[in-house]
């Protein structure tokens, strides 16, 4: 009886090529559309918190500038500056 024979040819055949497939689907796993669209939703998610942590911090560094200019209008009085007073002459 010989080991090498039709049957265990196509078998060994067959096995290989299962083994090939087998690790081919690993080398190039596919992501599913859920997996894919997940993660185009968590970027967006991410641009938007980014987004908003940019807006709060720009409207802050402009809240500061508009207390300086809101420091000139409290020394306004009745439409005129109000002015340090004179210095004294030496004498």
């Given at each position: ?47 938007g ?43």
């Amino acid at each position: 009886m010989s080991i090498y024979n039709r049957r265990n040819a196509a078998v060994g055949y067959l096995a290989l090529k299962a083994m090939k497939r087998k690790m081919d689907k690993k080398r190039r796993p596919r992501r599913s559309g859920l997996k894919v669209a997940a993660y185009v939703g968590l970027g967006l998610v991410s641009a938007g918190i980014l987004a908003g942590v940019l807006a709060i911090a720009l409207r802050r560094r402009h809240g500061d500038a508009s207390e300086d200019s809101s420091f000139e209008v409290e020394n306004e009085i009745v439409g005129e500056y109000v002015t340090a007073p004179e210095p004294i002459p030496a004498t």
